[in-house]
Each structure stands twice: as C-alpha cells, then as structure tokens.
C-alpha cells in the first residue's frame, strides 16, 4: 500500500537577490539599507543613485538582479516591486598590521559583508472616486 504524497507549491510572492561579498562594514550598510525599505524600486535606485555612499552603487546592482529575477524567472510586473527587506551580515574580516613608533603595531580591520534584498509585487489598488 502506498501513499501518495502532495506536492504542495505555494505561488511565490517575494523575489530574492544576494549579494555575498561586499567589502564594507555593516554599520556602513545598516543606514542605507534602511533607507529603501519600503518604497518602490524606481524609487530606490534613483535614490542609491544619487547618495554620495561609495558602496550604493554595489546595492544598486544587487536591486537591479533582483528586479530582473524577478521580471526573468516569476514573470512579475516590474512597476509594481516594492522593497520589502533589505539586511546585511557579517561576513570575514581580513587582518592586516600597519608598522608604529618604538616596534610597535597597529592592526588593520577590513570588513566583508553580505547584502540580501527582498522585493514582492504590490497589488494595486481600486480608487472608487473621490471623498466628499
């Protein structure tokens, strides 16, 4: 006697991109990333765009790859992607020492993060005229 089993597939409604080596630090990152939760993808890029940040054009490309997952692999309106998650993490730390006075040394910290970015489509919404 057999069982069959269910395949159950629930429809997709987020798209996910990562970014795995990102040499800047998380405390670097957090603002900006905070910064774009939340608003539509047009609008997120032109803002990482025009941030004065050297690492926005980095997360400008991981948005850009997740927008086209999501255009390529889901078949999903672009216009109506909005910026659900946007974390980064730890990742290694190469350590380096720099040369001081009287043989001493100093040690040199340089960080490598991960970035992920969440987008999901918005549905739109019916407008039934105006209040009044």
């Not at 629930?10 to 405390?27: G, L, M, Q």
């Not at 990333?33 to 032109?46: E, F, M, Q, R």
């Not at 993490?89 to 720099?98: E, N, Q």
Request: proline share 3%.
């Amino acid at each position: 006697m057999k069982k069959t089993k269910k395949k159950n597939r629930k429809k997709v409604d987020t798209v996910k991109s990562v970014n795995n080596s990102i040499r800047t630090s998380v405390r670097k990152l957090n603002p900006i990333l905070k910064s774009i939760v939340g608003k539509k993808v047009d609008v997120a890029i032109k803002d990482l765009q025009f941030s004065s940040k050297r690492i926005s054009k980095d997360i400008r490309k991981t948005i850009s790859s997740a927008v086209a997952n999501a255009e390529n692999n889901f078949q999903y309106d672009i216009d109506n992607l909005v910026v659900k998650e946007a974390y980064c993490g730890k990742k290694i730390v190469m350590k380096r020492f720099r040369p001081r006075a009287k043989g001493r040394a100093a040690p040199i910290l340089k960080p490598w993060s991960t970035v992920t970015i969440i987008l999901s489509e918005v549905k739109q919404m019916e407008s039934h005229g105006t209040k009044s």
